[in-house]
């Protein structure tokens, strides 16, 4: 299937061939067309799929198919929301590549930057608006911008929009929103909640996945480093050093702790580099660019940077801490392994976060293979400790894991790798350099189809 069999204008088709996208995804394939038609959507695919673009091609074409003539204020008659200012960013640059060749006009709004220029280019009017939720809101307050004839609106990494962290902004921009319009929400992942939630805010909708939500991309191996935590940093330098990598993503959970790892690399003699949003906006900009010029080895950052950031055939990515929520794990690796490229996502695990380790196993529905560091097993004796989740508490402890009641059962069989709160089997597999379990390549990108982003 091509492009031009799913109906786009010769001018998208154009910006599209610009590009060197020769073939829609599968995403692009299945939820092109029902836009088009004004339908609905709650599409779900894996991050490096071509969705920004599944919903961006057909958002031009019904702006330019049903814009009305006159010589005003251009109204906003499409809203892209999205969590992240990355992932603004991100798709803000893809409607402005995609719609090169149209008359309409867009602008990018977020935090961290003056929200003058902002208020300026919103009084000129634009036909797409992309925003993060705090900063639209913040223009509102300042009556800088009204979404009363918005025709067409995206929630995109809807999961993380319209959970409860955002779902009290989503309210307040919807009560701005004309009742009839069009409405999108596109995420790699989707929980039973979000979708139940989801289907309240849409009319009708045409459900989308191309592939089993909550799953990571069979381009990405996946491998569990078991390591003790006081030796994680010295694990990870030597990853990096004995591999000679020189493009790895490392993700942490907290902001102080991406800021430590990059010092502490920096002073290995690793080039590093922080992102997360305690960091000006330029500061972010900066980091990013360096990362993908080359110019820093490292860029570790928080669960924010695993929302937007597109980074052209990023071999590496590291959870030196897994995350909190199990389908974060998913939006970490999916920065790696992207169209149809491959991966590593590689997990540095101690024994305090096994639990954490289990709830991604079962999101998964799968096990990850394990492979100790030859003289970085982790010491048996040592028993977990609670985890603290960020905002002041403790990860509770439960039955079947690690501080909890019944850690095993009787007569049952324990997972492998892990006893009663502890690492077991911490036999090194000896095969391989450190760091490479048997058939994982190393520094090693297949070139496949170039899909549209």
């Not at 977020?110 to 705090?134: C, E, H, M, W, Y």
């Not at 004796?381 to 508490?393: C, K, L, T």
Request: charged share 25%.
């Amino acid at each position: 299937m091509s492009f031009e069999s799913l109906g786009l204008r010769a001018e998208l088709l154009r910006a599209v061939a610009e590009q060197g996208y020769s073939e829609p995804t599968p995403i692009q394939r299945q939820a092109i067309p029902p836009i088009l038609e004004g339908r609905d959507i709650m599409g779900g695919a894996q991050t490096g799929t071509g969705k920004t673009a599944g919903f961006t091609l057909p958002l031009l074409q019904r702006l330019v198919a049903t814009a009305k003539p006159g010589t005003g204020r251009r109204p906003i008659r499409a809203l892209v929301l999205t969590p992240t200012r990355e992932l603004a960013a991100q798709v803000s640059e893809s409607v402005v590549t995609y719609g090169r060749h149209l008359p309409l006009t867009s602008t990018v709004v977020f935090g961290g930057v003056s929200i003058n220029p902002q208020k300026t280019r919103l009084i000129k009017g634009v036909d797409i608006l992309v925003a993060t939720p705090g900063r639209l809101l913040d223009l509102v307050g300042q009556r800088s911008v009204d979404l009363s004839k918005v025709d067409i609106l995206v929630l995109d990494e809807a999961d993380r929009m319209l959970d409860m962290g955002f779902i009290h902004d989503i309210r307040k921009v919807l009560a701005l929103l004309p009742d009839h319009k069009q409405t999108l929400l596109f995420s790699a992942t989707f929980s039973k909640e979000i979708k139940q939630l989801a289907n309240k805010l849409l009319r009708s909708p045409t459900l989308v996945e191309v592939e089993r939500h909550n799953t990571a991309a069979e381009s990405v191996t996946q491998v569990i480093h078991p390591v003790d935590k006081i030796r994680k940093r010295e694990l990870l330098s030597f990853l990096i050093g004995s591999n000679d990598w020189q493009q790895v993503l490392v993700f942490t959970r907290t902001k102080h702790g991406a800021n430590r790892l990059a010092e502490q690399l920096g002073k290995d003699g690793i080039t590093a580099a922080a992102i997360h949003s305690n960091k000006s906006q330029g500061a972010r900009t900066r980091a990013l660019a360096d990362f993908k010029a080359g110019k820093i080895r490292v860029l570790v950052g928080t669960d924010i940077a695993a929302r937007g950031l597109d980074i052209d055939q990023l071999p590496h990515v590291v959870n030196f801490e897994l995350p909190h929520v199990p389908e974060d794990y998913i939006h970490r690796i999916g920065r790696t392994g992207r169209a149809g490229n491959e991966g590593e996502a590689m997990s540095l695990v101690c024994v305090d976060e096994l639990k954490l380790l289990r709830d991604i196993e079962r999101l998964l529905k799968r096990d990850i293979p394990r492979d100790v560091v030859d003289g970085y097993a982790p010491d048996p004796s040592i028993r977990a400790e609670p985890i603290q989740n960020g905002r002041g508490r403790q990860q509770q402890g439960g039955r079947n894991q690690p501080g909890g009641r019944g850690s095993k059962k009787p007569g049952g069989k324990q997972a492998a790798g892990k006893s009663n709160g502890r690492w077991n089997g911490n036999k090194a597999s000896g095969k391989g350099r450190p760091g490479n379990p048997p058939g994982n390549p190393r520094n090693r990108t297949r070139r496949g189809t170039r899909t549209a982003a």
